[in-house]
């Protein structure tokens, strides 16, 4: 079946874009922020702002309003250390600072037997499997917490781009079909409880960062789901 040359395309450059898209909700989530960190969040301002238009939501664009004040605090910072400072004692009081902290894996929400590496977590490992994927030996967390799944999102996204690249249209459709299973049977399951949480410690503890990207996450998410389910139909027309 031959591919549409302008189909390939967008498939090519939309997947650029997820795969970054991706990997800055897992580097916000993964760990305390470091000097490379600052910057980066202004590339997405644009981007996460046009979204406006395709989500539609008062809660999404309240959440742009507050990453926009964080980007313009980082920009203002008088120290870099100091502002990396404040940074990290936010991320430390929202997911390591043991009682009174926000869970940040699936299984804190979803799992029966309240083990954190409970039911959902045999899941995501299964799946992580399947697609042979490993996560750093650098992450210490479980598989299904919140960044891991953000890094196989982002190589997902990557994979997609590099086979519509290559003009596989089984393999392409077949992962397509993967990644929408993913967010839709696993990350949509859990990502609104845990983005509210976050969101909610957040505004108590004045973090713009983390209550803005939580919730641009979830609303990104759905609105990615969307978008591959609107490619995989045209690649079957």
């Known amino acids: 079946m031959p591919f549409n040359q302008e189909l390939q395309e967008d498939l090519i450059n939309s997947s650029i874009l997820r795969s970054a898209f991706f990997n800055y909700f897992y580097r916000v989530f993964n760990n305390t922020a470091d000097e490379s960190f600052i910057g980066?969040?202004?590339k997405y301002l644009t981007y996460f702002n046009n979204l406006k238009?395709?989500?539609?939501?008062?809660?999404?664009?309240?959440?742009?309003?507050?990453?926009?004040?964080?980007?313009?605090?980082?920009?203002?910072?008088?120290?870099?250390?100091?502002?990396?400072?404040?940074?990290?004692?936010?991320f430390t009081s929202l997911f390591l600072n043991g009682m009174g902290n926000v869970p940040a894996s699936a299984s804190s929400y979803l799992s029966s037997d309240g083990l954190l590496k409970g039911e959902e977590w045999e899941k995501v490992t299964s799946i992580y499997k399947m697609r042979?994927?490993?996560?750093?030996?650098?992450?210490?967390?479980?598989?299904?917490?919140?960044?891991?799944?953000?890094?196989?999102?982002?190589?997902?996204?990557?994979?997609?781009g590099k086979l519509a690249e290559d003009g596989d249209i089984n393999l392409l459709e077949e992962t397509i079909k993967d990644q929408i299973n993913f967010s839709s049977n696993h990350i949509l399951v859990w990502i609104d409880m845990f983005s509210d949480?976050?969101?909610?410690?957040?505004?108590?503890?004045?973090?713009?960062?983390?209550?803005?990207?939580?919730?641009?996450m979830k609303y990104y998410i759905k609105y990615d789901i969307e978008l591959l389910k609107e490619f995989a139909d045209e690649l079957n027309n």
């Open 53 to 90: 238009d395709y989500v539609e939501s008062d809660e999404y664009n309240n959440a742009c309003k507050i990453f926009e004040k964080y980007i313009n605090d980082e920009k203002s910072a008088v120290t870099i250390y100091d502002f990396l400072q404040r940074l990290n004692v936010e």
């Open 197 to 216: 949480a976050v969101y909610e410690k957040s505004i108590t503890i004045n973090s713009n960062l983390y209550a803005a990207t939580a919730i641009i």
């Open 132 to 160: 042979d994927f490993q996560m750093p030996e650098t992450i210490k967390a479980p598989e299904d917490y919140i960044s891991v799944e953000m890094l196989y999102m982002q190589k997902l996204s990557d994979l997609i």
């Open 40 to 42: 980066v969040s202004e």
